[in-house]
């Protein structure tokens, strides 16, 4: 073989090399049917181009007729394999079975055959000879009947894939329109090459240029591979995702026409995409003008919405997000709507039991409140004769009798405590309980504590301090009696739990907005995890303590339920073995009950 | 000398007659009423040197009568002591009447307080 330099070839290598990156790039990505098609057809352009290019540099024409059978086996399996690609790409590979393949494949083969065996028969190349006019020493030929059958098929081959990645650029989004437009660019290159030869219109003599087409084409492919990633995510998974999904899906352009219809929201409008698709949404959802009004101009919601359906009301969760060009310009809006009607009636049924729930609560707060109401008056009256009776009223009475007298006052004592703790617990849970706040100093509301606990304190020998911040105002606002009940049942349980050392009560200043009524004592402690209950009426940290202690377990409930009724907080700082400290924070501004209430 | 003379305003027979008892014993003369209408006419007739008022009383309420006690210049020098269920309430008049005890009232409690005022009148 003789070889001469011509400048012609260096396109061509170009082409070749260019063809053999992509088949490089396509190599380490060929996990996908198509990436490996893509593959073969890259390395298919290669041989064809290499081929030519020695055709090309080739001097004598025994060499150029070799290397132009070589071309042969790219160029006569490249339409089957373009097309097959094609197939694949729209996700439509099951097409493509063994039996189509082989059918397909007789065409190209014969070729192939034809062409190494040409010298005996001419159905390709009638006649070769070498062309010196041109720039370059050229093979000419002419062709044979088996070459314009060979080409027809060709032609349909590529034709149907052409076709076939049309299809789909009609159905795509933006990103994958541009990257299948490029894919095109890449597959109609060479038929303009092509044509152009076929029909003798070549600028320059005996140049075939489909080759050359195909380094347009590898430039386009690869830079739709490159810029586009099309190998990488495939708009036919994001079809597919859209396709199935259970969510409607409606993509509006600026005008508010209808640019893309996912079958679930066909279905909700009862419509097929041929008919909706560039319509308004006026028009789309012609069912529900209220809403289409309603979200005309929104570029970005989430809510929930009510339709009615076939006189059935269904619930929706409509979500509207805006769509962005890459220079930030609106161009669209993406309407997504999920069907909620179940969850939203699962919600009803919930909402039905809570109300019944609060109802119940509320019914058992009434009770409670009543019970507590009429207990009183007898205990009233059991303990009015007792005291008479201890009194000598009745008549002079011995000194057991009169123990004995003492005894039915402390447990008639204890029992009205207990009933009015029931009542105030019944009455803030039905949020019965009315505050009085009025005006009052420091020693108002601790004097009556010190002189209700001292007693008990002294018997136990804790030592009961207080001590009232000087930064906190004389004058204090709110309801006296309450505040005094939650700071004398949180020291009475001071006092009660604890067996040793002191019980101090402070009265200070928090900020501009809040003081606070602080109990620390020495006693036990409260477990970290007793910390969440023990404000719940009827818990004591355990049993043992409520059994060594007595009480009712509502004290913490209600000065929680008390401070929270008067905008306050109840704030526990207390670890087993260190004590105990309360701290009620309350505003300087009682609030307005209806707040709290709400 | 008379003894001086006590109104029980309550509608409670039972613990009406407890207050009447405990103030017997701490030699108040007692008158008791049951109800509200009866009270403000009676309070036409006769000038109590204490008056024991239940503040829920039926068709004239107790503050009613506290306020027409605290407002006629005849009943000037009696005072009130009012019992009531409600402590809240208690605190609330305690300031209005002379004094306010919470129900249950213990006869203890009243007779003591009882005697108290009688002596601050009577000086």
Not at chain 1, 480 to 487: A, C, T
Not at chain 1, 552 to 573: A, E, F, H, N, W
């Amino acid at each position: 073989m003789h070889w001469q330099y011509t400048p012609y070839i260096v396109p061509l290598l170009i082409a070749t090399l260019i063809s053999l990156t992509i088949a490089r790039y396509t190599w380490q990505r060929r996990a996908t049917l198509e990436a490996k098609t893509f593959l073969w057809l890259a390395i298919l352009v290669a041989v064809w181009t290499f081929g030519y290019a020695l055709e090309l540099a080739g001097v004598d024409l025994a060499t150029k007729i070799f290397w132009a059978k070589a071309q042969y086996l790219a160029i006569a399996t490249l339409p089957l394999v373009w097309l097959m690609f094609a197939v694949q790409y729209i996700g439509k590979g099951a097409w493509i079975t063994r039996k189509s393949i082989s059918l397909l494949a007789v065409v190209p083969i014969i070729t192939i055959i034809l062409v190494w065996t040409n010298e005996a028969h001419g159905l390709v190349w009638k006649q070769t000879r070498l062309d010196a006019n041109g720039p370059f020493p050229a093979l000419q030929v002419e062709y044979g009947a088996w070459f314009w059958l060979y080409s027809a098929f060709s032609y349909l081959l590529l034709l149907g894939g052409t076709l076939v990645l049309f299809s789909i650029l009609r159905r795509s989004t933006h990103l994958y329109r541009r990257q299948i437009s490029m894919l095109l660019v890449g597959g109609l290159a060479p038929w303009v090459g092509n044509g152009i030869y076929l029909t003798g219109l070549s600028p320059i003599p005996n140049l075939d240029l489909t080759p050359f087409a195909f380094t347009i084409s590898g430039i386009a492919i690869a830079y739709g591979l490159f810029r586009y990633h099309f190998l990488d995510v495939l708009p036919i998974a994001r079809r597919a995702v859209m396709e199935g999904m259970r969510d409607g899906v409606v993509v509006l352009d600026t005008q508010n026409r209808v640019v893309d219809i996912n079958p679930a929201a066909q279905r909700a409008v009862k419509r097929h995409s041929s008919a909706v698709l560039g319509q308004t949404i006026d028009q789309l959802f012609a069912d529900w003008p209220d809403l289409v009004d309603r979200f005309r101009d929104v570029t970005e919601v989430v809510t929930e919405i009510a339709i009615n359906n076939n006189h059935k009301q269904r619930w929706l969760e409509l979500t509207i997000s805006p769509l962005y060009s890459k220079r930030k310009q609106l161009i669209g809006r993406l309407v997504v709507f999920h069907d909620i009607t179940k969850r939203k009636q699962a919600e009803a049924v919930v909402i039905r039991a809570r109300d019944q729930a609060l109802a119940a609560s509320r019914l058992k707060s009434e009770f409670l409140a009543r019970i507590s109401h009429e207990l009183r008056t007898p205990l009233n009256a059991i303990l009015g004769h007792t005291e008479l009776f201890e009194m000598g009223v009745y008549g002079d009475i011995t000194d057991k009798q009169k123990q004995a007298t003492q005894k039915i006052i402390n447990n008639c004592t204890n029992l009205t405590h207990l009933v009015n703790e029931l009542l105030d617990q019944a009455s803030l849970e039905s949020g019965k309980l009315i505050l009085n706040n009025n005006a009052f100093t420091a020693t108002d509301l601790i004097k009556p504590i010190q002189t209700k606990i001292n007693g008990l304190a002294k018997v136990k020998e804790i030592k009961l301090t207080t001590w009232v911040s000087p930064d906190l105002p004389e004058t204090l606002h709110g309801d006296l009696y309450r505040l005094q009940q939650v700071l004398s049942n949180l020291v009475g349980n001071a006092v009660k739990f604890t067996e040793s050392g002191w019980v101090q009560i402070d009265l200070t200043y928090v900020d501009d907005a809040h003081w606070a009524m602080q109990v620390s004592d020495t006693g036990p402690g409260i477990p970290l995890d007793a910390h969440e209950y023990i404000f719940d009426p009827f818990r004591q940290v355990d049993g043992s303590l409520t059994r060594l202690h007595g009480g009712t377990g509502l004290g913490l409930s209600i000065v929680k339920d008390l401070t929270t009724l008067m905008g306050g907080q109840v704030v526990l700082d207390s670890r087993p073995g260190q004590g105990s400290t309360f701290t009620v924070i309350l505003p300087f501004e009682p609030v307005e009950q209806d707040d709290i209430l709400g | 000398m008379t003894n001086p003379l006590a109104l029980v305003i309550e509608d409670d027979w039972e613990l009406a007659s407890i207050f009447a008892a405990g103030l017997q014993a701490a030699e108040f003369e007692t008158e008791i009423i049951q109800n509200g209408r009866a009270a403000l006419i009676r309070l036409d007739d006769i000038v109590p040197t204490l008056v024991i008022l239940d503040l829920h009383l039926p068709v004239v309420s107790g503050r009613d009568i506290l306020n027409r006690i605290k407002s006629d210049t005849r009943l000037v020098e009696t005072k009130v002591i009012i019992t009531t269920a409600d402590a809240a309430a208690a605190e609330a008049l305690q300031t209005k009447a002379d004094y306010a005890l919470v129900k249950p009232v213990r006869p203890t409690h009243l007779l003591k307080l009882a005697t108290q005022l009688r002596s601050m009148t009577s000086t």
